[in-house]
C-alpha cells in the first residue's frame, strides 16, 4: 500500500482503504480507479488517497485478446463436453417425462437426476454453468430445455446458500420438474410467438395445478410437489395459481421462482430476445426484494454477478470492455475495462450494459 497524491492517480490504480470525506463513503476500498472515479474524489477535495502498490491485474495485461470471452468459452473442449452431456440429458429428460405423463410409469427421481448431475460433474468449476449456459442460449426454448437449466441453476444456487447434500438433491428435483405441468398444455399455446389472449394466459397459468396432480401420487418429497404447485406464487401475494404471500409459500417453490425467472429472462423466447443478465440483475434489484424472499435473492444476486468477472460487455455507449470490478451496492453496475480507461457504472450513470459478448 502506498499513498498517492490525487494529482498522480492514474486509471487501473486499485483503492487500498475506503474513502470517506465528511462521515459519508464516498469509493470504497477494492475499486479499479478510472477517469470518472478519480474526477469524484477531485470533487470532494480529496488530497491524498492509499492505493495497492500493484496495477489491476485486468489493467496490467493490456494485451487485448482476439478472441471474446463468449468465442473462447464456445472454443473449450470443456464446452464440447458440456454440450454434449447437455444434450444427452435434455434427451433423458424428454423421454422420462413423457414416460411419466403419457405412459403413467413410475417416477424415479434419481434416475431422473443423475444425467444432471452428470452435466454439472463434467464441469471443472461449477460457476462456469453460467458462461456454458449463457453459450447456449440460441439452442431453443423448449420446456425440457428450461427444466434443465432451472435445474442447473437450483444445484448451484443450493450451494451458495450452503444446503446439505440432500437439500442440494431436493432443490435440484424441484428445478427439474417445475414445469412438468405444461407437457399437458397444448403445444400452440405454449410456444405461441404472438401475444397471449387472455384466455390462452389462464391455460398456461394452469400448468401449475397440472403439474401437481401428476406428481400427487407418487413418493416423492413434497417439496418437490410444492415446487410445481407454488413456483409463480410471490412474496407480495401477487402470483398463482393462489396468490400466497411470504412464509405460505415452500421455500423451495421461492429458489425455483428465481431460477425460473432467470431462466426465462436470459433465454431467446419465440417471442423476444434474450434479455442480457444485467438487465435481468437490474429488474430483481427493482422490484424483486417484494417478490422474491430477500434471504434467497440477495444471495442468489451477489454470487451470479461474480459469475461474470472478466466477461466481456458491450455497453450503451458503444464501447467494448471487460468486468473487473463488481459494486457490492449496486450489483448491475459494475466497474468496466475499457482499453486503458475503466468506466464504473455507478457513477457514470448514463451508461449501462447492453450485452454479454
Ligand atoms: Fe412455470
Ligand atoms: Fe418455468
Redesign the pocket.
Known amino acids: 500500500m502506498k499513498q498517492v497524491s490525487i494529482n498522480d492517480l492514474k486509471s487501473g490504480m486499485v483503492l487500498a482503504k475506503d474513502v470517506i470525506a465528511d462521515g459519508q463513503l464516498i469509493i470504497s476500498k477494492g475499486v479499479v480507479l478510472s477517469e470518472a472515479s478519480i474526477d469524484k474524489l477531485k470533487k470532494y477535495v480529496i488530497l491524498r488517497v492509499a492505493v495497492e502498490e500493484e496495477m489491476s491485474q485486468a489493467f496490467t495485461s493490456s494485451v487485448e485478446k482476439d478472441l471474446s470471452y463468449s468465442e473462447r468459452v464456445k472454443n473449450s473442449p470443456e464446452f464440447k463436453k458440456f454440450k454434449e452431456n447437455f444434450d444427452d440429458a435434455v434427451d433423458a429428460l424428454e423421454t422420462s417425462m413423457n414416460d411419466v405423463v403419457e405412459k403413467n410409469k413410475p417416477l424415479d427421481v434419481d434416475d431422473m437426476l443423475s444425467p444432471v448431475l452428470e452435466t454439472m460433474e463434467s464441469l471443472e468449476s461449477r460457476i462456469e454453468v453460467f458462461a456454458m449456459m449463457q453459450n447456449m442460449r440460441d439452442y431453443d426454448d423448449a420446456t425440457y430445455v428450461h427444466c434443465l437449466n432451472v435445474a442447473l441453476i437450483c444445484n448451484i444456487f443450493s450451494r451458495w446458500l450452503d444446503f446439505s447434500n440432500e437439500e442440494t438433491r431436493i432443490a435440484t428435483a424441484c428445478g427439474l420438474l417445475?414445469?412438468i405441468?405444461?407437457i399437458v398444455i397444448e403445444k400452440d399455446i405454449i410456444q405461441k410467438p404472438e401475444k397471449l389472449s387472455v384466455n390462452e394466459y389462464e391455460m398456461i397459468k394452469k400448468?401449475?395445478i397440472k403439474g401437481y396432480d401428476l406428481l400427487r401420487d407418487y413418493h416423492i418429497d413434497i417439496h418437490i410437489k410444492n415446487a410445481a404447485l407454488l413456483?409463480?406464487e410471490r412474496c407480495d401475494g401477487s402470483g398463482y395459481p393462489y396468490g400466497l404471500k411470504g412464509d405460505l409459500i415452500d421455500p423451495y417453490a421461492k429458489i425455483v421462482a428465481i431460477a425460473?425467472v432467470y431462466d426465462a429472462m436470459t433465454a431467446t423466447r419465440v417471442y423476444r430476445d434474450a434479455m442480457c443478465p444485467f438487465t435481468v440483475i437490474s429488474e430483481f434489484e427493482g422490484e424483486g426484494l417484494q417478490k422474491y424472499d430477500p434471504r434467497f435473492l440477495l444471495t442468489f444476486l451477489k454470487n451470479i454477478e461474480n459469475t461474470f468477472l472478466q466477461n466481456r460487455v458491450r455497453l450503451s455507449n458503444g464501447k467494448e470492455g471487460e468486468i473487473v470490478f463488481i459494486n457490492k451496492e449496486h450489483l448491475d453496475k459494475p466497474t468496466i475495462r475499457c482499453g486503458m480507461d475503466f468506466i464504473d457504472l455507478s457513477i457514470q450513470k448514463d451508461v449501462h450494459i447492453e450485452a454479454i459478448i
Open positions: 417445475h414445469d405441468g405444461k400448468h401449475t413456483h409463480h425460473d
